[in-house]
């Protein structure tokens, strides 16, 4: 466990449940603060920080709206004073054939995949600056690297976040803040599950076993798997890893 030797605060979008209330809690037990903020409250993710001896503040909002970022900007320095450490976790993984993608779709998934990183990145990127530390992890996924079908849009927007991150990181080095892509592989996750049906027209079951099978961790991955490497992008250890995009599926993806 990476303990942070100063105060901080960290900002995690889609909090309330899955992988981002992982990430909440374990950077909680670190040492941090949190903000956590989804579409839906996030009592039970406040209430996890808060059981870590941290403080927490759970906040509603739709991270693809200029105007709600700003309010989540506002409230977040209003209640700490600062924030050191934004993770950008919100998204949607929805399946679909190319051809059934239409405009709207295509919108409706970058505005949260693409855009909102970039929003949130623009509201709390100055208050990192003022104070010469920061970290940014924006959430990838391991599909860049594999040959998916009915995910066109889907990569698309990943592809799109580790363009993103490689090039905030060169623009923000020189302040002392890191920008990261942590690439997960399919994870066992309400949202996941929700979905109800695989990617190249398997069952959900058939997709969890067969990319288990392929791993060289031969087990499915769960949002616990996923917090070691985010402790560390969020520390003060990694004050040099910067604009790199790192797997974490169980070894599928090599690179």
Do not use: C
Not at 54 to 64: E, H, I, N, S
Not at 173 to 187: C, D, F, K, M, S
């Amino acid at each position: 466990m990476t303990k942070m030797s100063k105060p901080r605060v960290a900002v995690i979008t889609g909090a309330a449940g899955g992988i981002g209330q992982a990430f909440a809690e374990r950077l909680a037990k670190d040492g941090a603060d949190i903000v956590a903020v989804d579409l839906k409250v996030g009592d039970e993710t406040r209430r996890l920080v808060e059981a870590q001896g941290q403080r927490a503040l759970a906040l509603t909002g739709d991270v693809t709206d200029p105007v709600q970022v700003e309010m989540i900007r506002l409230k977040a320095l209003a209640e700490f004073g600062k924030v050191d450490i934004l993770i950008n976790n919100a998204g949607i993984y929805p399946i679909k054939d190319f051809s059934d993608i239409s405009w709207e779709d295509w919108r409706t998934l970058l505005a949260l995949n693409l855009d909102a990183p970039f929003l949130m990145s623009k509201a709390f990127v100055p208050t990192m600056v003022a104070n010469g530390w920061g970290r940014i992890v924006n959430l990838a996924s391991n599909t860049f690297g594999l040959s998916v079908s009915g995910l066109s849009h889907y990569i698309a927007s990943k592809g799109g976040i580790i363009g993103f991150t490689r090039g905030l990181a060169s623009d923000l080095g020189i302040h002392g803040i890191t920008v990261n892509a942590l690439a997960p592989g399919l994870t066992r996750t309400p949202g996941v599950l929700a979905r109800g049906v695989g990617s190249n027209g398997r069952s959900q079951d058939e997709e969890f076993q067969q990319l288990a099978q392929a791993q060289a961790i031969r087990r499915t991955l769960v949002p616990r798997d996923l917090v070691g490497m985010l402790s560390y992008l969020a520390s003060e250890e990694s004050d040099v890893f910067t604009g790199q995009t790192v797997y974490v599926d169980g070894g599928l993806v090599r690179g």
